[in-house]
Structures are given as C-alpha cells and as structure tokens.
C-alpha cells in the first residue's frame, strides 16, 4: 500500500534517447531527452565555460563538496535551478548525458551524497568521451556515493540512477544500484532508458563486486546467466509499469524512423503525448533537449533546448561550443548564494522564486494558448516557424562547419531572443 501510495505521488517518468548510424540519416548521432519534474520546478539553461584549478581545490555540489578536477570542460546543461548538478547537457568534445530515476531491490539512500543530477554535471565536465564519463561515474559513485532528496521540498525523495551518455562514434547505458553499476556499450543503432533497469546479459563494463553482491543477498544463484535487470529489479510497482510502457513505446517510435531519424525525428518523439513521452499533471516535461553530433570531428555538434516546460509548446533552440560564450542571461534563474533555502539546514524551509526571464514569459504564452484557440494556434505556429529557421540554418553548420565562431558565439541568446519576440507579439 505504501508503495502503491509513493508510486501516485512521485514521478515516474524520464526518457532519454540516443539513435546512431545506420539508424540516423547521415553520419549523425541523435541524442535527446524529457525532463520531467515537479510542474511548479522551474528548469534553466546554463553555460560554464572551461577552467583549470589548483591542486587541493574543492567544488560544492548539491548537497557535498568534493575535490575538484585539475581540469573541467566547457559545458551547457538543463537542470532544475536549485541544484548544482543537471538532468541533462552536453559538453565542448561533444559528450551527451542524460539521466532516470530508477527503483529496485535496493531502496536509495537518504544520507546525502551526490545526486544523479550531480553525475552528469560531474561526467561532462571530466570527461572527453563516453566511455570515460561512464568511468568518472563510476569512480565518483564508489567513493562519495549517491543519496539525498532530489525535489525541493521536505518529501524525502530518493532514488538510484541510470544514465545515458553519448559521444561522437559511440553511447553507453550505465544502470546503478547503490555504489554497484553496470554499463552496456552501444555502438550502432538505437537505444532507449526510462525509469527501469534495462542492461540485461549484454554488459561490458561492471563494478568488480556487482555479481558478488547479488549473490551474497540471494538475488542471484552464481549459475543462471546474470542479467543486471533481473537480478537487481523489483518488477511488480504500478511505477515499473508506468515506466516500461512509456520504455517500450519510446523504442516503436525510434523503430518506426529507423534509417532515417533526425533531429526532426526526436523532436517529435519527445513532444508526443500519447505515449506518455510528453508528461501532463503534477509531474511534467519541464525541460527537453535534443543533440546533433557528427561524426565527422571537424563538424560542430547542435544541441537544441528548450529551457521551458512541455516541448510541444516550446522552442528548440540551438547552442554550438564556441570559444567567449558569456552566460545565458535569459535562461538563468536568480541566485541566492548562501541564504538560498537549500543551503541551510534544515534544507527546503521556504522555496523561493526561481523563474528566469523565458519561463516568466513562457508562463503567460503557455495560459493563452490553453485558453484561446485561435490565438493559441496562431503563437504556435510562430513559434514552429522559429525553431525552423533556425533548424535550417543550423543545418549548413552541420554540413560544412563553422567558417566565422564569432557568428555563432550568441546563438543561443538570439535564438531566445527571437522567441520572446514571438511572445511580444500577442
């Protein structure tokens, strides 16, 4: 009954998506994702740029600090705003990570650790491939852990993790339970994760205790074949239900596109209600990304954000690693440094407001086409000709690369500027 109660309560849902070829159309590599969240969380979009640290130096994370790297990547991440890590992003070699809830035999911690979202701000900014975020994971998971409350309130919300992370030739799933992981390289293809452990027999990397572990607690006999999802899910929750429905249609819908998904293609997927991809109520999409990655090195990759809620009322708009991109101003929520609620203890005492300039604006656009038809349609279908536009353009980059960085270092800026023109324009 507990359980049935929290699986009401809480969400359930997240979907991350990567598609390479021969899957894709061109040498590309398609990566994208759903954030969904609390409805009233507001989601920002943040640019930190590449920096060197001295020996010894620390970096505050969510609720932990823990010593820095000597280096740290130029990254752009989606993330709820009052926390340090993100459910998503991308960094300047191109590297895409992505994360889900999951549940199983072992429950989460409530101790605080470092968050899932914590992870993939860790992976982008320490690692230069896939395989090596899965490994910076890996090394950060076993020695800080993961645990904590993952919404802002006092709920108590806690849950493992599993992550998909992509670069230029390749993509790995890594599912974790506790500080035990495995991990499933993905060469070609497709690939789907939702809120449920999903690494079956296939798994090319794992914690040297994983087995051990399950065997020790009789979850697994040392004969069968080892499946990660067998052993370390439990399958019955109305929340493992929910999650592999929505798992299983994420996967038809890169079925359907095989051989010739694009950005287009994801976009659609992630804006797709029906499926459940597309979350309405409490729990929603408040955030989406979608990436675009050569494989060709000399080409730039594209990632598309929205930065507000529900996709299929939103603008992908695209972002390009250039060198002296200054913050994303419009898209970053206010700071409240050290009397921000979620830095006190006890934490989440008052939750004060964290809506950046695009979601105040979104906020009113969004009511109007709920409540006047016409009009409605007529913002959105500006909104439509926007993102194509701009999809087109991005398209040349992709083809042929950027001959002039400086054209591009405002990108995403102007792009959100054009979207508030949109909104002006009511």
Not at 17 to 33: H, M, N, S
Request: hydrophobic share 35%; proline share 5%.
């Amino acid at each position: 009954m507990i359980e049935e109660y929290y699986d009401r309560m809480y969400p359930s849902s997240c979907d991350t998506f990567v598609a390479l070829p021969p899957a894709t159309q061109g040498q590309r590599i398609i990566f994208g994702k759903n954030s969904d969240r609390p409805c009233d969380e507001v989601q920002e979009v943040v640019y930190f740029p590449a920096r060197d640290y001295n020996a010894g130096e620390k970096v505050e994370c969510t609720y932990i600090e823990i010593e820095q790297a000597a280096h740290t990547n130029a990254v752009v991440l989606s993330r709820p705003a009052w926390l340090w890590g993100a459910e998503m992003g991308a960094n300047e070699h191109q590297v895409c990570i992505g994360n889900e809830a999951v549940w199983g035999r072992e429950s989460a911690e409530d101790e605080e650790a470092l968050l899932g979202m914590d992870f993939v701000r860790l992976g982008l900014e320490r690692a230069e491939t896939a395989q090596k975020a899965v490994d910076v994971i890996a090394e950060l998971l076993e020695k800080y852990g993961q645990g904590g409350n993952c919404m802002e309130d006092q709920s108590g919300f806690t849950y493992n993790n599993s992550f998909l992370i992509s670069d230029r030739t390749e993509a790995w799933v890594m599912e974790t339970s506790g500080k035990y992981w495995a991990a499933e390289k993905v060469g070609d293809g497709y690939r789907n994760i939702s809120n449920q452990y999903s690494i079956t027999t296939k798994i090319d990397k794992e914690h040297p205790g994983m087995r051990e572990y399950a065997k020790s607690h009789g979850w697994w006999d040392g004969k069968a074949p080892f499946s990660f999802a067998e052993t370390y899910s439990f399958m019955t929750t109305a929340r493992i239900e929910a999650s592999g429905s929505r798992y299983c249609e994420g996967r038809n819908l890169l079925e359907r596109s095989k051989g010739h998904i694009t950005a287009e293609t994801m976009m659609d997927i992630l804006r797709d209600k029906e499926s459940g991809i597309n979350m309405e109520g409490m729990f929603m999409t408040t955030g989406s990304m979608v990436s675009v990655v050569p494989t060709d090195p000399t080409l730039p990759g594209v990632h598309y954000i929205t930065g507000t809620p529900d996709p299929e009322r939103s603008v992908f708009k695209p972002f390009v690693f250039v060198n002296d991109i200054k913050q994303l101003k419009q898209t970053s929520s206010p700071c409240y440094g050290p009397d921000d609620p979620v830095k006190k203890i006890p934490r989440f005492q008052s939750k004060p407001d964290r809506k950046h300039p695009l979601f105040i604006k979104h906020e009113v656009v969004a009511a109007i086409i709920d409540s006047t038809k016409d009009k409605g349609k007529k913002i959105m279908q500006n909104m439509r000709v926007v993102e194509r536009e701009k999809m087109a353009e991005m398209e040349k980059l992709l083809s042929s690369g950027i001959e002039d960085p400086t054209s591009v270092v405002h990108l995403f800026s102007y792009s959100v500027q054009e979207e508030l023109s949109v909104y002006s324009n009511i």
